[in-house]
């Protein structure tokens, strides 16, 4: 028979292993992306359980944490500061964002998981890189709750993905979930590009609308996997200038719906120029 004492240390027992799992799943999460916001991390760690697998296309949207979730990402990170096993500095926006210090890496390693301290990462960067990676985390935030399997800008740019250091065909996303075979790749476009650089954008989109049209499914992505969408998150008027160029380019707006998917209102980018 428990009595009244022991139930009371067995609660406060659970609440310290509940504590302390919180902090690893949020040091966890850190790591992988590099840097979060709290509002990421409540949405991630604090809303229940993922899907277990999606249940149609992607939602592109910010996944929108409940106030209870968002108090219990601030509860945790509060600790974690305080135990300086994060790092933390403030964004353009105002926004705190949140990286591993060394401890934090250290205690990870502690465990057999990879990871590297943050500092790096929070030191010198321009309004527009943290609007841009604030959007794309904002998307794989979201496609794992969703069930998606997700490839974060970060794991991308440090080859941890199926398209490796090469890329696909020579390019990488800013995002890539994947469901069962399908694939979206997803472009944030975040800044004016160079013509050098926009000239390649349309040589690529039309090597993978071939890819997607071969009758044997493809070979682009490898074996077993097929092209879902390239998704742009954008604004208007970048979406009217593809579209233009690669009508101009003998595209057709048959081609254009079976590739490509624009995303035009989910994001600000009021303070972003495109050409």
């Not at 590099?34 to 910010?62: E, Q, V, Y």
């Not at 409940?66 to 933390?88: E, F, H, K, P």
């Not at 401890?103 to 502690?110: I, M, N, Q, T």
């Not at 250091?165 to 944030?188: F, T, Y």
Request: charged share 20%.
């Amino acid at each position: 028979m428990t009595t009244p004492f022991q139930g009371d240390m067995m609660v406060k027992k659970d609440g310290r292993l509940l504590a302390r799992d919180n902090e690893t799943r949020v040091l966890r999460a850190i790591s992988r992306a590099g840097w979060l916001r709290t509002r990421d991390l409540a949405a991630l760690c604090f809303m229940g359980r993922w899907a277990s697998k999606p249940s149609g296309p992607p939602g592109l949207g910010p996944t929108a944490p409940t106030a209870s979730a968002v108090r219990m990402a601030q509860r945790t990170l509060r600790r974690l500061r305080d135990g300086r096993l994060v790092i933390s500095a403030q964004a353009p926006d105002g926004s705190i964002i949140y990286a591993l210090s060394e401890g934090g890496a250290r205690l990870l390693k502690e465990a057999g998981l990879a990871a590297v301290s943050g500092k790096d990462l929070v030191r010198g960067y321009s309004a527009a890189y943290y609007r841009h990676r604030c959007i794309s985390n904002a998307i794989a935030v979201s496609g794992i709750v969703q069930g998606f399997r997700v490839s974060i800008e970060r794991e991308i740019a440090q080859g941890l993905w199926l398209g490796g250091d090469a890329g696909i065909a020579g390019k990488r996303p800013d995002v890539l979930l994947r469901s069962g075979n399908q694939v979206w790749h997803v472009e944030v476009e975040h800044s004016r590009k160079s013509q050098k650089d926009y000239a390649a954008l349309l040589v690529w989109l039309t090597k993978v609308l071939k890819d997607k049209m071969r009758p044997d499914g493809g070979q682009l992505l490898g074996v077993g996997l097929s092209w879902a969408k390239v998704v742009f998150i954008c604004t208007p008027a970048f979406q009217a200038k593809l579209c233009r160029d690669l009508a101009t380019a003998g595209w057709t707006p048959a081609h254009i719906a079976l590739l490509l998917w624009f995303e035009t209102a989910l994001y600000g980018f009021a303070d972003i120029l495109f050409p």
